[in-house]
């Protein structure tokens, strides 16, 4: 089993960054597909970014590509979602999550493990 911990989510203005960090417990974190996702007041949890095991590959939503960079550090059991020029619309709590499947994957159902969520709120 891996335990996530998420952190960095915070208040910030329109056009601001944030840079989230999801800390993982075990020895195993790099066996790990690790994704993001968001959930807004209302709405369903959305796909964010994913990046593979060695983190050779990512995979970003529409909604932020060109915007967000999902990265990793396998020795420090981390990975982390640079939020750059944020809009209100990105206000959501934020989830990591690892998947024990092979290959990048958007669908939450294919994520075993959840972090308990960080809230990030942007200011109009």
């Known amino acids: 089993q891996v335990q996530l911990v998420e952190s960095g989510g915070g208040l910030v203005q329109a056009g601001g960054s944030l840079r989230l960090s999801c800390a993982a417990s075990?020895?195993?974190?790099?066996?790990?597909?690790m994704g993001w996702f968001r959930q807004a007041p209302g709405k369903e949890r959305r796909f964010v970014a994913a990046i593979t095991s060695s983190g050779t590959y990512t995979e970003a939503a529409d909604s932020v590509k060109g915007r967000f960079t999902i990265t990793r550090d396998n020795a420090k059991n981390t990975v982390y979602l640079q939020m750059n020029s944020l809009k209100p619309e990105d206000t959501a709590v934020y989830y990591c999550a690892a998947s024990t499947r092979f290959g990048l994957t958007r669908y939450a159902d294919n994520y075993d493990y959840w972090g308990q969520g960080t809230q990030v709120t942007v200011s109009s």
């Open positions: 075990g020895r195993t974190f790099s066996r790990y597909t």
